[in-house]
């Protein structure tokens, strides 16, 4: 490809734009994690746990009765 061609304005304004547009969701997608795990925190401050958190009942964990 060579620089005088006359369509390299098209081609380098498509990758400036795909790249954007993978910056942008890259940066998306770290603030939105970020926002998660705040909330999480924010969450299990108040007392709320995850359900993954909660101790296994010895009933439930035993199976069911024969």
Request: net charge positive.
């Amino acid at each position: 490809m060579s620089l005088d061609a006359p369509h390299i304005g098209f081609v380098l304004a498509s990758y400036g734009a795909a790249l954007a547009i993978i910056l942008g969701l890259i940066l998306w997608v770290l603030l939105d994690g970020r926002a998660r795990r705040a909330e999480i925190r924010a969450l299990e401050a108040a007392g709320i746990r995850r359900r993954s958190d909660r101790p296994v009942d010895d009933a439930r964990a035993a199976g069911p009765a024969p």
